[in-house]
């Protein structure tokens, strides 16, 4: 079974930069879509960002312009560079990967890292 493993966030100040890292094993990631999401007390969880097979890319608009979502197959890792970060990001954050498309249920997650973004 496929095993995901987050890392990479902390406490920064509102403008300060972040970069998460979701490292897979126990099979490849190559040909599925891979997702950030995160999720703040209280509130729901949301999609943050995607990346399909191709290497194809989509933003929540909050985070567009800030955030950048990339994959290195080779070494079966996902990469979620946030910059000017805002309190509003503040929250666990997930990575997952798809079933098929990035529109397809997501069978395997993450445990969890959690970003906080102090003003």
């Known amino acids: 079974q496929l095993q995901l493993v987050e890392s990479g966030g902390g406490s920064v100040q509102s403008g300060g930069s972040l970069r998460l890292s979701c490292a897979a094993s126990g099979g490849t990631t190559s040909s599925y879509c891979m997702g950030w999401f995160r999720q703040a007390p209280g509130k729901e969880r949301e999609g943050v960002a995607t990346?399909?097979?191709?290497?194809?890319?989509t933003y929540t608009n909050s985070v567009k312009g800030r955030f950048t979502i990339s994959r290195d197959n080779a070494k079966n890792t996902l990469y979620l560079q946030m910059n000017s970060l805002k309190p509003d990001d503040t929250a666990m954050y997930y990575c997952?990967?798809?079933?098929?498309?990035?529109?397809?249920?997501?069978?395997?997650w993450g445990q969890g890292t959690q970003v906080t973004v102090s003003s």
């Open positions: 990346i399909n097979s191709y290497g194809a890319t």
């Open positions: 997952a990967v798809a079933g098929g498309s990035c529109y397809s249920r997501y069978n395997y």
